[in-house]
């Protein structure tokens, strides 16, 4: 009986965390993309570079609170690798890039949706 109450009380402390962790993600995720979508691309498309940078860098400060929590419960590989594009977005908009930085602000949100799918409870993300 008590290896079945410390199992308990071991399984809790691992999906607690995580099932918070799983709501706050769910919550970042949403917003980056709706930002991105009805912001970040439409001004880069008109050419309004400096409502594209105002609406982008409204992802920015999130993001860095966000990869920081993120490590504790996903596969970093990926949230450095989505952290590179934001970089590059950011440069593009900077630069006044319209093709270079729609096709990234685009692939972002897939990899925001690559990044919601992948946190989910698995080995390859507790190891």
């Not at 930085?101 to 799918?117: G, I, K, P």
């Amino acid at each position: 009986m008590k290896n079945l109450i410390i199992s308990i009380i071991c399984m809790l402390i691992l999906t607690v965390p995580w099932g918070i962790y799983h709501n706050y993600s769910n919550k970042t995720i949403t917003e980056f993309k709706a930002i991105i979508d009805q912001q970040v691309i439409p001004f880069a498309e008109m050419g309004d570079w400096d409502n594209a940078e105002k609406s982008f860098n409204k992802i920015i400060k999130p993001w860095n609170r966000y990869k920081k929590i993120s490590a504790y419960f996903i596969n970093t590989d990926t949230v450095t690798d989505t952290d590179c594009r934001i970089r590059k977005i950011l440069y593009y908009i900077k630069t006044h890039d319209p093709y270079n930085s729609v096709a990234e602000a685009a692939d972002l949100q897939y990899r925001l949706d690559y990044l919601h799918n992948n946190e989910h409870p698995s080995p390859d993300n507790l190891l």
